[in-house]
């Protein structure tokens, strides 16, 4: 990997390489002519969006939720019901 993208977490690449995939198939048209590869990537673009939220979002915050420093939680707890409330 490049030295200057070395700090990048896995996520944003993955986040971007993703961007220009989709860019690239949609802009160029290539999905029709891709196959398999491109019937996978009609099946994701046409997915109902709240499948996605109420499947992959509790199951991100559990697994979050598993992980959490409870002395840091307890510091910054105030603060979050704060922001978060208004």
């Known amino acids: 990997?490049?030295?200057r993208f070395q700090g990048l977490q896995?996520?944003?690449v993955l986040f971007i390489?993703?961007?220009a995939y989709?860019?690239?198939?949609?802009?160029?048209?290539l999905h029709k002519h891709l196959g398999v590869?491109?019937?996978s990537y009609d099946m994701w673009m046409n997915i109902?969006?709240?499948l996605l939220l109420f499947t992959m979002l509790p199951v991100l915050l559990t697994g979050d939720a598993?992980?959490?420093?409870t002395s840091v939680a307890r510091q910054v707890?105030?603060?979050?019901?704060y922001l978060a409330g208004p």
């Open 1 to 3: 990997m490049l030295p």
């Open 10 to 12: 896995h996520t944003v």
């Open 17 to 19: 390489l993703g961007l």
């Open 22 to 29: 989709s860019l690239l198939q949609e802009g160029l048209g």
């Open 37 to 39: 590869l491109g019937e």
């Open 48 to 50: 109902y969006p709240h």
């Open 66 to 69: 598993m992980t959490i420093d």
């Open 77 to 81: 707890g105030n603060q979050c019901l």
